[in-house]
């Protein structure tokens, strides 16, 4: 099992940038692929993004494609999320997450992770 801890949350105004990160322990960090998720009050949780293990695949929500940018350092254990251009409906608890297993395609699902760190509030106000 890894642990995931999410930071860089916070209150911006609309067309702001935030840039979170989500530091990995317990688990060769590099031998798997991550993702981002949010979740909006009263909504379901999507995902936003996702990186293979190298770096090398992304994966991008089709609405936020050009705004949010994922990487991940593999030498530090940790993967980001840049986040500009904000909107109001951005506004949810972001969610890092791992699978459980190395998988042979870039887990886009829910149900593909197993780990998941706290969550960390993004309020974007108008």
């Known amino acids: 099992q890894v642990q995931l801890v999410e930071s860089g949350g916070g209150l911006v105004q609309a067309g702001g940038s935030l840039r979170l990160s989500c530091a990995a322990s317990?688990?060769?960090?590099?031998?798997?692929?991550m993702g981002w998720f949010r979740q909006a009050p009263g909504k379901e949780r999507e995902i936003v993004a996702a990186?293979?293990?190298?770096?090398?695949?992304?994966y991008y929500a089709d609405s936020l494609k050009g705004r949010f940018t994922i990487s991940r350092d593999n030498a530090k254990n940790t993967v980001s999320l840049q986040m500009n251009s904000l909107k109001p409906e951005d506004t949810a608890v972001y969610y890092c997450?791992?699978?459980?297993?190395?998988?042979?395609?870039?887990?886009?699902?829910?149900?593909?992770?197993?780990?998941w760190g706290q969550g960390t509030q993004v309020t974007v106000s108008s």
């Open positions: 317990g688990r060769t960090f590099s031998s798997f692929a």
């Open positions: 990186i293979s293990w190298s770096g090398g695949s992304t």
């Open positions: 997450a791992a699978p459980t297993r190395t998988l042979r395609y870039l887990p886009l699902k829910e149900a593909d992770y197993g780990s």
